[in-house]
């Protein structure tokens, strides 16, 4: 069956689109062009700790004992070592809220930019060492558009010999969940929303505009 923006079951499967309402409430102040940097980065920060909250909610745990000032008692401690990997730049937005969640959390920086003239990744940074150091790594990058920047993080990722990986981002475009699932079907999707579709600029429509120049004032 296809949805209504023509994705099928198979596109869908592990794409989680909130709808919490604090999530959509906060997307509508991204989403006003009067909303002014400060704003938006804050905002980020908020969408970016409750989407935290959802896609982690099957993070493995084991028990450990811990003292109260009454007994021992039996509690969970997360069991995995997390990477956080913002796609440079627009995912450093989502950094630090992710770190306030998983202050344990490795971070490792990759750097994208998306060539305008035709659209594809171009990796400009990338010091991840020899060895993968994580179990699972979430990937931040506030707009899934093309997909071409997620599918060439979660390739580098893989190549590296993470396991486990999962995207967060704000919102996602149709075109970029069908290049992202087509390349990667075995990776976990959470975002705010899912948009109408992409410009011939490569923009997702309705959208935010630019997450980059929005949350740095570079417009
Ligand atoms: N990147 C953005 O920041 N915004 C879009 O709409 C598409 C890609």
Known sequence: MA?????????????????????????SILRDVNTEPKRFREVVDEITSLLCY????DLPVHT???KTPLTDTECQEIDARIGLVPILRSGMGMLNAMLKMIPSAQVWHIGLYRDHRTLQPVTYYNKLPDQTTVDMCLVLDPML?????????IDILKHWGARQI????????????????????DIQVYVAA????????????????DAGDRQYGTI
Do not use: M
């Open 64 to 66: 450990i004992t811990v």
């Open 54 to 57: 959802e896609a982690t909610a």
């Open 145 to 153: 558009a093309t997909g071409g920047s997620a599918v060439a993080t």
């Open 3 to 27: 949805s209504k923006v023509g994705l099928s079951d198979a596109d869908l499967k592990d794409f989680h689109v909130s709808k919490h309402p604090l999530i959509l409430h906060k997307l």
């Open 194 to 209: 899912l948009d109408s579709h992409l410009n011939e600029l490569g923009y997702i429509v309705p959208g935010l505009g």
């Open 166 to 185: 999962k995207f967060l981002g704000l919102i996602a475009s149709p075109e970029g969940v069908q290049t992202l699932r087509q390349a990667h079907p």
